[in-house]
Every structure is written in C-alpha cells, then in structure tokens.
C-alpha cells in the first residue's frame, strides 16, 4: 500500500514536472499562421503549444526589454530585431538542431543577413511590402476610374485625400513605416536618420492629416472587408487578407493590393528564441517544423505572405507564388528600400513628430 | 500593544501597495536610458557594498524632470486629460444624479432591483462592454442605422474616433462610481424637510435647490472625485473609442514606455501626474474627513 501511493505520488510529480517543461510558448502577429499548423504541430512533437498574439513591434519589444516574458519563439521584424539583438535579448540558434535550415531561399537570408549577420539568431518567418490596400470601385467613384491605383499621389497630395475622406482612409500607425514612405515620396534617402531630413516628412504628413480617419495597425482589415474605410495604407497580405474576408461575406466589396510604384518598403518578420526562454529545445522543434516546406507553404497559403523558403514554392497555390502582389515581379523587387533601426535620439525625434501628426501638439 | 498593531496594518497596507512602488518609479525616473535588460541604467548592486550604493545614487539626477519642462506636449497632454475629465464628470454628473433622485424616490420594495440594475453591468468585462460601443457608434453601426431608418439623417454620423464617443464611454463606464454616492446621501434624507420648505412657501422647484441640492452635496462631492481622478489617466477608453488626434497622458506615457523606449521618461511623466492627482485626493480626504465630523 505504502509502495503503491509513493509510486503514484512519483508518477504524479514526474507527470507535472514533464507538463511544464513540454509547453512550447509563441508570440506572434494577429492574423498571422494558418491555425491548423498549430494543433499539427502538437500532434506531431507531442508538446503542449501555447500561442499569443501581438499587433506591434513596439508592445514586443518592451516584453522583450523587461525580462522574463516568458515565451520561447517570438516573430519582430528585422530593423527592431537587429537592437534587440545588440541588447542581448535573444540567444544563438543551435543550427545542428534545424535540418530543415537547408529549404530556405538563400535571395532573402542575403537581405536578413543585413540585420543578423550570418543569421546567427533568426530564421525568416515571411517578408512583405508596405503599400495601397484600396477598395476599387469606391475609390474610382471619387477620384475618377483614369486616376492610377498605385501612386502615393493618392494618400499624400491634399486634394485627393479631401475626396477620399468621405468614403474614409487609416493609415499605419507605425512611424517607421509611414515616415520613410514620406521621404521616398519627396526624393529623400528613405532610410535616412538625420532628424532634419526626418523633419521634412511633417508637412507633407500633416497636410492629410485632417482627411485620415484612423491611425491603426490591425482594424483596417475588417474596417476594409466590409467597406467601412475604402482606402488604407497598410501591410501587403493584412489587404490581401481583408480582400478574402470581403469574398467570404460577399458583400460586393472588391479590395486590390499594389506596391507604390514609387517604391515600397519591404519588411522581413523573423522568428528568434528569446535568452530566458524557459524550453529553447522546445522552441528549436517549433523553427524546424515552421521551416518544413509543407508547413511554410500552408501558412503562406493562408495569411498571403511571401515566405524565404525556397522549398516551399512547389506547394504555394498559384494565386500566391503568381500574384505580384506577394511574390512581387523583378522589377518590382529592385524598386523596394529596406531600413535600419533608429538609434534612441532619432527614435525620439521620429515619435515626438508621430505624436505631433497625431494629435496636432 | 493590540491596539499598535491595529494601527500597524494600513500603514503597512499603504507602504506595501503605494509607497514601495512609488519609490520604484521615482527611482527610474531618476535614471538614463540603456539598450540592455532592463532597459535603464545604473541597477543596484549590492554585491559590491557600501561603495556600489554610494555609486549607484551619484548617478541619479533630475534631467527627465527637466526634459518634461522643455517640450510642451506633456503640460498640453496634462492639461487635455483634465479637461477631459473635467467635462465628462460634469457629464457624468447630469446624467447620474436624475438616476440617483429617481432610485431614492421609489417605492422602498423597488430600491434593490433598481440598485442591482446599476451594478449589474459591471459584471460583464469592462473590455467587452467598450467594444459594444465600438459596434454602437461606428459609421455602420446600430446607432447610424436605427437614424437613418428612422429618416432623421440622410447621412451616417461618425462618432467613433472622436472625442465624443470618448465623452459616451467614460460617462457610461463611470456612472455607477456617481450614482451610488449620490443615492446613499439621498436616501437617508429626511423628505418631512421639503415638506416643511413648501409649507413655508417654497415652490417644488425651490425646495428642490434649497434643500435636496445641499444635503446632496456630499454625496455629489464623493461621487465628481470618484469619477474624475481615475478619468484623468485613463487609456484604454480614448484609445479604443477616441481618434487619433484624443490627446490624454496615459497615450503620452504608453509612447515613451513603448515606442521611445525611454522608461526613466515614462516614469517622470507618471511621477508628475501622481502629484496632479495628490491635490484633488487630498481635498477629497478633507471632505470625507469634514463630514464625518459633522454626522458626530
């Protein structure tokens, strides 16, 4: 009897200390991975995945600076990660435990190498473009169906955002996005950080200023889908999203994506295991599955992201690897600008000219 | 010796849950920024003893303090939380006290129902509750549609992202915190005194001035702090329903704790509006203080 209820105590303590240490914690976009993956994911390591989302690399980065948040995969984008990096928030990725490193597309580890170099830390999660999300017929009855769908005329020149205000416009709420738009828009050094080039992006900005409805960087996509605001300013597959949403509900809204033909920014989310993760192997087991080609091309599929594996491209359905808009043309691709981090004074600079644009102080 | 301790537990109460994390904040706000965890410099160390402490407070000073002094969006943002919640408790205040008059002069078998309807709500999350509005006040939303149905407007009116659908949920979430005051205060009136004001010639009117007004008073007084001190540094409600151009502290403080990065800043805006709320908390203190020396 006595053996029995100490084997049972032993069972049970083993069967605790085994459920803590089987728990795989991710922190990710909203809207960002097909759920099925997921509970694939379980199925297939047997770990407990506990999965959280976010919707800025801002709110990201101060869980990562405080310490202890406790999660073991966490997805910023490549010009936050490259400080987060230098502030010793993650650790190096052990290589000899992600075979599956051999399926990504050598084109963009060259472009994230810029910000991790050697990829020592991250692996590529998807990359996209900054650009028009545009409800077509609306903004054709407002500005006329000759007016070009992809310039940045559209959300920067007073007199067409006057028009398109009274069918409604969000913007990004994310400075360094919207600001480098700006400066590439006046012929400026986009990823410039001197606080006097980043000054003239101002005016511009708040001369629209009264005609935007919103800054904000995840309700355009159902604001879009059901032709609340008919253009924003936003992330190429949060659109291209908004677009399947409008289908689904078949409202009669028809969303289009383009790139600026002025030049987009494109963006890198890479997936990164934070210093204090309290299960790195765990997390190691969860890159390794995200990398299998199958599983990338399934998310891919579904958030309507371009991806930097290359393995992955025989399983992309073909309105995703032959839709410019994710997998942009070549030409479009040697048309888009990347960008470094701010260091702390220009990153004060560029908030306190947001607050500014935001708020009229 | 009990009675040392009777009095030992609020002051403990009050050094564990508001002077320790003061005194947490101060010393950040104190501090530089730093590209580390965390994310600000210098951190205590004792392993190196008396000479680590005496280092670690010469590197403190007051430049966040004077920063806040340099760049006058923090007296705007300041000042626009106040004013804010100045209006929305005067609102508040309009719309609560009807309510509270209408629950103290109803049949006395009625008064628990009514007072269970007011707290009620509260049982569902705040968060949902915001939201709601959301789905009350945007351009598609119930409130446009039940409009233009009805033929009032021909075209839908936006309300959300302005500073109205601001005023519309902080007097909606904060009703409560004014009524129940102002009810308690009410209820235990004497109505023989009215009586006695219209025998003497008052019109209902009059009375209602002369005598209900002023023997509401405390509960008005309670009711006007308990909204308005938790209105002035209050986030989620003007950044869920406000615009973008809603300027209030709490939006300042989140940019220079989130996107600046820059916590000692942060902590020397929340250090400021402390002392802002200290005056209206201390006044209030006396007002309790006063009219419980009156009821002796």
């Keep these: 009897m006595t053996f029995k209820t100490l084997t049972l105590t032993a069972v049970l303590a083993l069967g605790t200390s085994a459920a803590f240490a089987e728990e795989v914690r991710v922190y990710n976009w909203s809207d960002y991975i097909d759920e099925e993956l997921l509970s694939k994911f379980e199925e297939e390591t047997g770990l407990t995945l506990i999965y959280d989302v976010f919707d800025s690399n801002e709110v990201l980065e101060t869980k990562m600076l405080a310490g202890g948040s406790g999660y ?86 007073p007199e067409n955002m006057e028009k398109l205000a009274t069918c409604g416009v969000h913007f990004l709420d994310a400075p360094t996005e919207i600001i480098p738009m700006v400066l590439q828009y006046l012929g400026e050094d986009p ?48 659109v291209l999203q908004s677009r399947d949403r ?29 210093a204090d993760s309290p299960n790195p192997d765990g997390a190691h087991q969860f890159l390794n599955f995200i990398m299998d080609a199958q599983n990338m091309a399934t998310a891919s599929n579904y958030v309507y992201y371009a991806n930097g594996n290359k393995a992955s491209q025989e399983f992309l359905l073909e309105d995703v690897i032959g839709d410019p808009a994710i997998y942009p043309t070549e030409e479009t691709m040697s048309n888009l600008y990347t960008k470094s981090p701010y260091d702390s004074k220009t990153q004060r600079v560029v908030t306190r000219l947001w607050t500014k644009i935001k708020s009229g102080t | 010796m009990r009675r040392a301790l009777l009095i030992a537990v609020p002051y403990v109460w009050l050094l564990a849950l508001f002077l320790v994390p003061f005194f947490i904040v101060l010393k950040i706000s104190l501090s530089d920024t730093e590209l580390a965890i965390p994310p ?21 000073d007051f430049e966040n303090f004077v920063w806040l002094t340099e760049d006058d969006l923090y007296w705007k943002a300041y000042l626009s939380s106040l004013k804010i919640a100045v209006i929305s408790t005067f609102l508040t205040l309009l719309v609560g006290y009807p309510i509270a008059y209408g ?23 705040f968060l949902i509750r915001v939201y709601a509005w959301m789905g009350i006040l945007s351009n598609e939303g119930y409130l446009n549609q039940l409009l233009l149905w009805t033929g009032i407007i021909s075209t839908p ?103 600046n990065r820059d916590w000692p800043v942060a902590s020397a805006v929340a250090v400021v509006l402390l002392l802002i709320l200290v005056v209206p908390i201390v006044l209030f203190q006396r007002n309790q203080q006063k009219q419980a020396e009156a009821e002796k």
């Design chain 2, 103 to 125: 629950m103290a002069r109803a049949p006395a078998e009625w008064r628990p129902t009514l007072m269970m309807l007011v707290i009620l709500p509260f049982w569902t999350s």
């Design chain 2, 40 to 60: 600000y410099t210098p951190t205590l160390d004792l392993s190196q003893g008396w000479a680590g402490i005496k280092d670690f407070f010469s590197q403190l």
């Design chain 1, 72 to 157: 073991d995969v966490v997805v910023p984008t490549a010009d936050f990660m490259q400080r987060q990096i230098q502030a010793g928030v993650y650790q190096k990725l052990d290589k000899s435990k992600l075979p599956n490193l051999a399926n990504m597309w050598d084109v963009i580890e060259e472009r994230t190498s810029r910000y991790d170099p050697g990829n020592e830390y991250s692996i590529n999660y998807m990359w996209g473009t900054t650009g028009l999300g545009l409800n077509v017929n609306k903004v054709k009855e407002v500005l006329g169906d000759d007016f070009p769908l992809d310039t940045m005329d559209l959300v920067l020149k």
């Design chain 1, 191 to 238: 990823d410039s950080s001197d606080p006097d080039v980043i000054a003239k992006a101002e005016a511009p900005l708040l001369a629209v200023r009264p005609h935007i409805q919103k800054f904000h960087s995840s309700e355009y996509v159902n604001a879009l889908a059901n032709g609340e605001i008919c253009v924003a300013v936003g992330w190429s597959g949060d």
């Design chain 1, 246 to 274: 409008a289908i689904e509900a078949e409202n009669g809204v028809e969303i289009v994506y383009n790139p600026f033909a002025e030049g987009s920014l494109m963006w890198s989310d890479q997936m990164l295991i934070p």
């Design chain 2, 157 to 259: 009116l936006t309300i959300l992202n302005t500073n109205t659908a601001v005023y519309i949920g902080i007097v909606y979430t904060y009703l409560p915190f004014m009524i129940l005051p102002i009810y308690s205060s009410l209820e235990r009136m004497d109505e023989s005194l009215i009586e006695a004001a219209e025998d003497l010639g008052c019109s209902r009117l009059q009375a209602f001035w002369l005598v209900t007004i002023p023997l509401s008073r405390p509960g008005i007084i309670a009711g006007c702090f308990l909204v308005m001190i938790p209105v002035i540094g209050e986030f989620v409600i003007p950044s869920l329903l406000g615009g973008s151009g809603t300027l209030m502290i709490g939006k300042v403080l989140w940019e220079e704790f989130f996107s």
